[in-house]
């Protein structure tokens, strides 16, 4: 098992910026690749950053694409997502999840990632 535990959420206004962290244990963290996703009420969970095991390799939504940044640390367990130039629309629950040996696209489907966290709110004021 993994377990997956989310902070640095919160309300912040338009254009401002948040710090993702996404904090693992149980398991060895670098066998993972880590994902973020994301849901608004009423809405489905939608991929936004992807990252495989070393950091090397990363993917993103074009949504967020030149606006947030997914990064990890190997040796602290924890993964990161920043959030710069944030919109009202980037409201929602964000979520971590990690796949055991998970690499390229496939990481945009939340159907294939086997551990998630409980998530964390954020909320953008325009």
């Known amino acids: 098992q993994v377990q997956l535990v989310e902070s640095g959420g919160g309300l912040v206004q338009a254009g401002g910026s948040l710090r993702l962290s996404c904090a693992a244990s149980g398991r060895t963290f670098s066998n993972y690749a880590m994902g973020w996703f994301r849901q608004a009420p009423g809405k489905e969970r939608e991929f936004v950053a992807a990252i495989n095991w070393s950091g090397g390799s990363t993917y993103y939504a074009d949504s967020v694409k030149g606006r947030f940044a997914i990064s990890r640390d190997n040796a602290k367990n924890t993964a990161y997502l920043q959030m710069n130039s944030l919109k009202p629309e980037d409201t929602a629950a964000y979520y971590c999840?990690?796949?055991?040996?998970?690499?390229?696209?496939?990481?945009?489907?939340?159907?294939?990632?086997?551990?998630w966290g409980q998530g964390t709110q954020v909320t953008v004021s325009s």
């Open positions: 999840a990690a796949r055991l040996a998970g690499y390229g696209l496939g990481l945009t489907f939340p159907s294939r990632y086997d551990y």
